[in-house]
Structure formats: C-alpha cells, structure tokens
C-alpha cells in the first residue's frame, strides 16, 4: 500500500513536492490558531470581510495553474496530518499560501441544516477566479454563505477597508 501512495506521489509537480512540509506545518498552525485564537481575532488573518456576497475573483492563467497546485499540496497534507485538517484549517493554509503568491482569492464561510435530524454543518472553501482552492465544489449548492473573504488586494482595487492584523 506504502509504493502505491509513493508512486502517486511521485508523479505531483515539483511545486507541490516543494510545498508538502511548509504546508503541513502550516495545516498544524492553522488549527492550533483555530483551538486557541478567538474568531474576531482570527478574522482579520482570513482576509477583508465582504459579508455574504459571493465573490469570483478573476485572475490569470498563470494565477490558476499556481492556486490548482495550492489546493493540490494542502489536499496531499492535510490526508497525513495526525491533528484533524477539516476544511477550516484547510482554507486558512490554502488562503496564506495564495496571498504569499498574491492570487486573489475568496474565502466563504457556509451553514446548512440537515434536513434528516435538522442539525447545522458549517463548512470553510477558497475560490481563486472560478476553481475551488480548497473545501470542495458543490459547496455554494449546499451551504449558505454566512461570511466572505476576500484577498486584501481586492479590498483595496474596490475601495474597501483592509484590516489590521491584532497586535
């Protein structure tokens, strides 16, 4: 089972093998800032706030390939951490990894009732232009938006406030 998995593996790009530990470590901050950080704290880091709106941000083909292979290496990472790398953590690492590129993106927040017990699921996904980064494709299908964010370079074409990071 061990040279299958190794085998795939070895057939990713190099970016993604590039990535694979930075992004495992940042899957592990990622959800330690979730356990101990309050959310109104934590906002700031997700990007600018936009309320519900959903956001598609435009960006180029080079900016795709490059946010494909951000959501390749955070998918890869986040099946061999031994913490629990949900969606949360995962959209936290694949929204730092696509501002270090400075691909604009769009972070959603979503809750949906189960229709069978009528609990609530919540649920964290990235765009980048009109790609899931992270978190899945049916999600604007399933989930209703509850919170948007966006990449600060966005924030700032369209007028709108950027958040300082907590000091």
């Not at 593996?9 to 899957?27: I, Q």
């Not at 690492?93 to 270090?100: C, D, E, I, K």
């Amino acid at each position: 089972m061990l040279p299958n998995k190794l085998r795939k593996l070895r057939r990713e790009p190099g970016f993604v093998w590039l990535w694979l530990g930075p992004t495992w470590a940042l899957l592990g901050l990622s959800r330690g800032l979730i356990a101990l950080v309050p959310f109104r704290r934590l906002a700031p880091l997700l990007g600018t706030n936009v309320g519900v709106e959903p956001w598609v941000p435009l960006v180029s083909a080079v900016q795709a390939v490059r946010a494909r292979l951000i959501g390749r290496s955070v998918q890869i990472a986040a099946r061999y951490t031994p913490w629990e790398s949900n969606c949360f953590p995962q959209a936290i690492t694949a929204r730092l990894l696509l501002g270090l590129y400075r691909i604009p993106f769009a972070l959603y927040l979503g809750l949906a009732r189960d229709r069978d017990n009528n609990d609530l699921s919540a649920h964290a996904w990235v765009t980048a232009g009109p790609m899931h980064v992270a978190g899945g494709g049916a999600d604007f299908e399933r989930f209703t938006v509850v919170g948007c964010f966006v990449a600060p370079v966005l924030a700032k074409r369209m007028g709108l406030p950027v958040p300082r990071m907590p000091g």
